[in-house]
Every structure is written in structure tokens, then in C-alpha cells.
């Protein structure tokens, strides 16, 4: 009923699925905190069988360590800044009942606005110009090639626009009339050809949680006098070039740091350890 601050239920452990199914009857949003990802992804799949997908969120944790001079994956990234838009209901997305996380994630600060973050939109039947697209995809941190191989990657061929969205199975294939989206379909990377599916909008999520914006560009210019070891790292980033590793700076680039625990809705229940 809410009253309680805190507590301890210790239950067996195929039954504590149920129990976290039974508390969202509260309405109140629930942070389910587990030991490792190999857990956090099986308790997913086993509340979607009780509350349906839509439900449970899975909110994963970076592959590499915060200090250290490599990037998350962009798929990765695209799943988090997902998953924070459903938490914070943005553009009417109904908020998941459980958001279920690994330890690591939750106590890992991130840049502060990143549920604010807003995809590249692009739909069957509107009017862009394929300059202000690729101008916006390369704002989002894709980059842009001459062939689109990877996650993270956007090709432009005459009317025509690949880009290979984080969060997405197969790339797609944006093909224009003029300033209007004619036809979306998914293609195959082994061979390039279009696919038959076809989609009515696609949307791609920023590739980094570190966007290269012109505040982040002018600080990371005035560390170089101070930071002298750092100064590759740190020109390419004032360049505006996104550079392997620069996450590792983000608290010195962004304006401020949160956690997972902070973005939640403030009617939110306290964050459930879930331990075997």
C-alpha cells in the first residue's frame, strides 16, 4: 500500500518474477536492479510473459568500463535513449510498468538530458530536403560513408538515402521524388538490394550519448591548454569529430550528470535489488 520504506522478501527464486508482477498493481513505476545482464535479460523475458512487452523495458549497461578510451556500441546507445524516452512518456509513449537494469547502469551517472534526445523522423509522404536529413543524421552522430555496412552509418545516392538506424534489424532505404519520401523499404548489406518490407516511418536515435553540440566543441578546446596528454582527443571533438573513446570525457564536456534513478517519474517506487 506504499506505507512501508523499505522491504526484505525473501522468496524462492521462481516465484519473485510473480512478486514484482503483483507490485506494479501499486501504479507505481518499478526499477528492478539485478546482479549481472545475463539476469536482467532472463527476469525480462519472464515479466513480458506476465505483464506483455510493452510493459518491461530492459535498460543495458555499456559495454566498456566509463574510464576508458572506447565508445559503446550505437546499437546500445540507441536502446538506452529508448528506453529513457518510454520512461519519461515523450511524445505520448505510454511509460513501461518495469524497467528492469543491471547493476552497472544504475550507478553510472550520464549526461543529464538524455530522455530529451529526440530521434531523426522521417515518414512516407513528407517533404525534406536531403541536405537538412543528412545535416540532422550527422548531428545524431551517424556517419556518413560511401556504403552502409554498420549500425551508426548513412550513405546519399542522387534521391536516394541509406542510413542503418542503431535500434534497427537491417538497414533502410529512403528513396525520394523531389523533396518527397516516395518509398522506405529495408535492405540487405551482403548485396545492397531492397528488400520487400516496406515501413510507413522510420526512426533513428542518436548514435552517441556525447553529441558534438557547440558547447560541448568550445569546452573540450579550452581543456587543451590544460591537458596537454589529451590533445589528439581533445582537438578532434573541438574539430567536431567524433572520436573513439571521448565518452570517457563526458563529465568535463557536458553541463551536468544524473542517474538512471533521477529520470525516473518522481511517483516511482525505490529501486528493487533482484539477487539470486
Avoid at 535479460?41 to 566498456?64: I, K, M, R, S
Avoid at 552497472?104 to 525534406?128: F, I, M
Avoid at 560541448?216 to 579550452?222: G, I, M, N
Amino acid at each position: 500500500d506504499g506505507d512501508a520504506s523499505a522491504l526484505d522478501l525473501t522468496i524462492p527464486a521462481a516465484a519473485r518474477p510473480a512478486a514484482i508482477a503483483a507490485l506494479t498493481r501499486s501504479g507505481r513505476m518499478q526499477l528492478v536492479v539485478t546482479s549481472t545482464f545475463r539476469e536482467a535479460e532472463h527476469l525480462v523475458q519472464t515479466l513480458a510473459d506476465w505483464l506483455g512487452d510493452d510493459a518491461v523495458a530492459y535498460y543495458p549497461a555499456w559495454e566498456t568500463l566509463p574510464h576508458e578510451r572506447l565508445s559503446p556500441r550505437s546499437d546500445t546507445v540507441g536502446r538506452r535513449l529508448a528506453v529513457l524516452r518510454r520512461i519519461v512518456g515523450a511524445d505520448g509513449i505510454t511509460p513501461p510498468q518495469v524497467v528492469v537494469a543491471p547493476v552497472r547502469p544504475v550507478l553510472q551517472p550520464q549526461a543529464q538530458g538524455l530522455a530529451e534526445l529526440r530521434p531523426v523522423t522521417v515518414a512516407v509522404g513528407d517533404e525534406r530536403d536531403i541536405n537538412d536529413l543528412s545535416a540532422e543524421l550527422v548531428a545524431a552522430a551517424y556517419t556518413r560513408v560511401d556504403l552502409v555496412e554498420r549500425r551508426g552509418e548513412f550513405a546519399v545516392r542522387g534521391g536516394i538515402v541509406d542510413v542503418f538506424p542503431p535500434t534497427e534489424e537491417h538497414p533502410v532505404r529512403i528513396d525520394f521524388f523531389g523533396d518527397e519520401v516516395e518509398e522506405i523499404r529495408s535492405f540487405t548489406i551482403a548485396d545492397q538490394r531492397s528488400t520487400h518490407v516496406t515501413h510507413d516511418v522510420v526512426v533513428a536515435p542518436p548514435c552517441r550519448e556525447l553529441l558534438l553540440t557547440d558547447a560541448v566543441r568550445a569546452r573540450a578546446k579550452a581543456l587543451i591548454p590544460d591537458h596537454p596528454e589529451l590533445i589528439d582527443l581533445l582537438d578532434r571533438i573541438s574539430e567536431g569529430h567524433a572520436a573513439e573513446g571521448m565518452e570517457a570525457l563526458t563529465p568535463v564536456l557536458v553541463d551536468g550528470l544524473e542517474l538512471l534513478v533521477e529520470v525516473l517519474p518522481a511517483h516511482a517506487a525505490p529501486p528493487l535489488p533482484f539477487t539470486l
